[in-house]
């Protein structure tokens, strides 16, 4: 109708107050994109079942891991055995949960040597200027160049008998097998931790630090380390799985720990006889090596996508 107005409809806008937002927190948002890695996720259930198993089985499980029966050598897996017997009817399970602790053990050592020796040795070359950098890269290029399992060989065949003596069978070869894998697996740590130095010491809040007059050292441990540990921890997964791979091979030539105490390169190593007509002691220990090594390195895959500022998901 003629003389009539029709307002327009108002609308309320109501902007959003500062500091409103959800704000997620740098963990929160690490475990939403790895648990977006579905494989990644279930080798983190598999190897705390297998960490737990290993841990406090023996409390559960309290058959001796040296008890003999002759009457039941090489006995299948039963109700009574569940994992079968050796040659000598020894309960197998008993004496996989053992040894898993020290394979586990001397997976996680010799990890930690390899990492804490490779980032020094990488942060003081990507510090460093000139000949010190030049200097810790030959040194690396030259241990990456040597022959490791016969240089293992050796280094083992020389001072098992001293640390047996110094530090007692068991100790003395399990400290000789960690400083022996992890002195040969730091040099990819250093290298990696070198490349992550390079690129940081010229990144604009580094500069920044050192215009304010930070020290060498501050600029190391407050600013350039903790931003390139990422690419580091990733490293550090795949350094486990390669000693646990590593203490197997020793054991399965002979030359790891005693044949009293049954690693899972060791069982391997004692199974090898007898393929024909016991193989379930070959297999059970192959594939608990088989199925560790396997979650650790979709768990390093996992730490590599959350890691990577580069990867959206």
């Known amino acids: ?125 990507g510090i460093s200027r000139g000949s010190v950098d030049a200097v810790l890269m030959w040194i690396t290029d030259l241990f990456l160049s040597l022959p490791q399992l016969p240089l293992l060989l050796l280094v083992i065949y020389l001072f098992r008998d001293y640390l047996k003596s110094l530090v007692g069978p068991e100790g003395g070869v399990f400290i000789m097998i960690v400083l022996v894998i992890g002195g040969f697996r730091w040099m990819p740590v250093a290298r990696l931790v070198r490349a992550q130095f390079l690129s940081l010491r010229e990144k604009e809040f580094v500069e920044a630090a050192r215009a304010l007059g930070a020290t060498t050292p501050r600029l190391v441990i407050r600013h350039i380390l903790p931003n390139s540990l990422g690419p580091v921890i990733v490293a550090g997964t795949i350094d486990v799985a390669a000693a646990i791979i590593a203490e197997s091979t020793l054991s399965f030539l002979g030359l790891g720990f005693p044949p009293d105490i049954p690693t899972w390169g060791r069982l391997l190593f004692d199974a090898k006889d007898y393929l024909d007509i016991a193989p379930h002691w070959a297999l059970f220990a192959g594939g608990a090596i088989f199925l560790t090594v396997l979650a650790i390195n979709f768990i390093g895959d996992g730490l590599r996508d959350v890691l990577d500022p580069r990867k959206v998901m």
Do not use: C
């Open 1 to 125: 109708m003629a003389g009539l107005t029709h307002a327009s409809p108002t609308v309320d806008v109501v902007l959003p107050r500062e500091g409103s937002r959800r704000r997620i927190s740098p963990g929160l948002e690490a475990w939403r994109k790895f648990r977006r890695h579905r494989m990644a996720v279930a080798s983190v259930v598999i190897l705390t079942a297998i960490a737990l198993a290993v841990l406090f089985g023996p409390l559960v499980w309290r058959v001796p891991i040296n008890e003999i029966d002759f009457t039941a050598r090489l006995s299948a897996p039963s109700w009574q055995h569940p994992f079968g017997t050796d040659d000598l009817g020894q309960d197998l399970l008993a004496r996989m949960l053992y040894g898993g602790r020290i394979s586990l053990a001397v997976g996680f050592a010799a990890m930690a040597v390899a990492m804490v020796a490779g980032t020094l040795i990488g942060a003081i070359s």
